[in-house]
Nanobody, 135 residues
Framework: QVQLVESGGGQVQTGGSLRLSCAAS????????IAWLRQAPGKDRAGISF????????FYVDSVKGRFITSIETAKNTVYLQMNNLKPEDTAVYYC????????????????????????????WGQGTQVTVSS
């Protein structure tokens, strides 16, 4: 059974840290990148980071750059999102999702402003985990 299982959400105060995990099973991460996306109340779901399994390369949107770090533990088929210096505006449901590396590569090479990778391009999704940051 193909699935991505997330864990690690919760509630923290401003400036705190959380680590999210995304464990993949039933498929190999070869040729996939794992994205972290988030959806705040009343807003669209948006990608915030990618990590490519093939070379470990990463990408972050400006709003999380320098505060969030995504990493991959190949032996466990697990991807992490370390979130530091959390702010109230980081409050959202966080999802991990698998997308072909070729799609991410094309997207990264496109000139800014880049359009969002469409939701249908993500092949597998985690169940989502709530992150709440209080002021």
């Amino acid at each position: 059974q193909v699935q991505l299982v997330e864990s690690g959400g919760g509630q923290v105060q401003t400036g705190g840290s959380l680590r999210l995990s995304c464990a993949a099973s039933g498929f190999s991460l070869d040729s996939y990148a794992i994205a972290w996306l988030r959806q705040a109340p009343g807003k669209d779901r948006a990608g915030i980071s990618f990590i490519s399994n093939s070379d470990g390369s990463t990408f972050y949107v400006d709003s999380v750059k320098g505060r969030f770090i995504t990493s991959i533990e190949t032996a466990k088929n697990t991807v992490y999102l370390q979130m530091n210096n959390l702010k109230p505006e980081d409050t959202a449901v966080y999802y991990c999702a698998a997308v072909k590396e070729s799609i991410v590569r094309t997207w990264k090479n496109s000139p800014p402003p880049r359009k969002k990778i469409p939701t249908y391009a993500y092949e597998y999704w985690g169940q989502g985990t709530q992150v709440t940051v209080s002021s």
